[in-house]
């Protein structure tokens, strides 16, 4: 029987959390029992889906922030952690164009308050009028 990539990402999550002195020997079993099993296609996938559920296990959320100019990382997650009640993992990333403010991508949903976002509204506003 083979398992899906959330079901690997399930077992991989489950013996890691439980046995983490173990877990570089289980990784190599891990990836000889999908070879043997012809899914090593699948590892990606398992990946991903033992991040999300690493995350939703231990109240981690994965932000990224976009700013015009370099900012102080710990106060910002400080501050994101304050907000939205969990340990945060910031991905910052420095874009000039969007000229002050910040965009924030957390999970699927991203919030947009940005000098250049904030513009662009208007800028619709106006042409529908």
Known sequence: MKLTAKQ?????????SK???????F???FWLL????????????IMRHAKKIW??????????????VAHEEEQLISQLEKVLGKKVQ????????IKGGIILQVDDSRYDA???GRLSALARQFQAL
């Open 34 to 45: 999908l070879k043997e099993n012809r899914q090593e296609k699948l590892f990606s996938s």
């Open 90 to 97: 910031l991905h910052l990333k420095v874009d000039p164009s």
């Open 8 to 16: 690997y990402a399930e077992v991989l999550v489950n013996v890691v």
């Open 114 to 116: 940005s000098v250049s």
């Open 27 to 29: 990784s190599e079993s």
């Open 55 to 68: 995350n939703e296990k231990h109240n981690i959320v994965e932000v990224t922030a976009t700013v015009a």
């Open 19 to 25: 046995a983490p002195a173990a877990a570089e020997r």
